[in-house]
């Protein structure tokens, strides 16, 4: 079983910035993919930002030039740095981890969610 703690989130005031921490623990043979999503009140969950194990990054629009995601496999931590935050930025974020557990079976574990507002 593999599990997901996440950290860093809070109150902001517009235009500040926050970063996200995600540390995935358990029995984990190899990690291909890491990733952020976030879920505001009413609204379905989406994509934040991702990358996978190759390097390769997915950052959506409402991210672009803002939010960067990084990661450290041999700590299997990921990191979501978010600057200039916006109040529609407020929400839950989840971090995401897929990869392969013991017996080599797949997993895809979330994350409890931290809650990020930004507002003055």
């Known amino acids: 079983q593999v599990q997901l703690v996440e950290s860093g989130g809070g109150l902001v005031q517009p235009g500040g910035s926050l970063r996200l921490s995600c540390v995935a623990s358990g029995s984990i043979i190899s990690i291909s993919y890491m990733g952020w999503y976030r879920q505001a009140p009413g609204k379905q969950r989406e994509l934040v930002a991702a990358i996978t194990t190759g390097g390769s990054t997915n950052h959506p629009d409402s991210a672009q030039g803002r939010f960067t995601i990084s990661t450290d496999n041999a700590k299997k931590t990921v990191w979501l740095q978010m600057n200039s935050l916006k109040p529609e930025d407020t929400a839950v974020y989840f971090c995401?981890?897929?990869?392969?557990?013991?017996?080599?079976?797949?997993?895809?574990?979330w994350g409890q969610g931290t809650q990020v507002t930004v507002s003055s």
């Open positions: 995401n981890v897929r990869g392969t557990s013991y017996m080599f079976r797949p997993f895809n574990s």
